[in-house]
């Protein structure tokens, strides 16, 4: 279940930030805190977090995926992963099936039950992405490119490239 959250603090204006000036990996921060707030709070109806909602949404999007590609997609450690697949086990959310491709590993699979929590997180998300598309109008596919030339980047260093 998702906890409940207090009332959401006032976050700071663009003009302070400015005042500020913040870096773009800094600012990426800020947005990303502000991202989970609004998303913990639109989805807790659902008993989804924002974070969850996400690896549902890759979970949904494949009929089967890999401990491996889940962590890919996370950017994160097998450990986080395994941490996810057992709390989403134990909702009744996924399974996980032998792989056939690798005796080691296996295979995670939203049961019904994880879709249909998947579905009411989605109705609940939907609306915060047409306000958002609607708020950047014709900026949406600049902002889109920038994050994705800033994801790179991090991801290089993360690499270490």
């Not at 603090?9 to 921060?29: M, N, Y």
């Not at 109806?45 to 924002?50: A, D, Q, V, Y």
């Not at 995670?108 to 047409?130: D, E, M, V, W, Y």
Request: proline fraction near 6%; glycine fraction near 6%; charge should be positive.
């Amino acid at each position: 279940m998702v906890r409940s959250r207090s009332t959401s603090v006032k976050a700071l204006s663009p003009a302070e930030v400015q005042v500020e000036g913040v870096d773009a990996l800094f600012l990426v921060w800020l947005v990303a805190r502000s991202t989970e707030d609004l998303l913990d709070s639109a989805l807790a109806p659902s008993g989804l977090t924002g974070d969850e909602y996400a690896i549902y949404s890759v979970l949904s999007a494949a009929p089967t995926i890999t401990p491996t590609e889940l962590a890919r997609w996370l950017a994160a450690p097998a450990t986080t992963v395994s941490s996810y697949v057992k709390r989403f086990e134990a909702r009744g959310h996924v399974t996980r099936e032998p792989n056939p491709d690798d005796r080691r590993s296996y295979r995670i699979r939203l049961t019904p039950k994880g879709r249909r929590a998947h579905r009411a997180a989605g109705a609940l998300f939907a609306p915060l992405r047409t306000e958002v598309a609607e708020r950047l109008g014709s900026r949406a596919e600049d902002a889109l490119e920038v994050l994705l030339r800033l994801r790179t980047v991090v991801d290089g260093i993360r690499a270490g490239a």
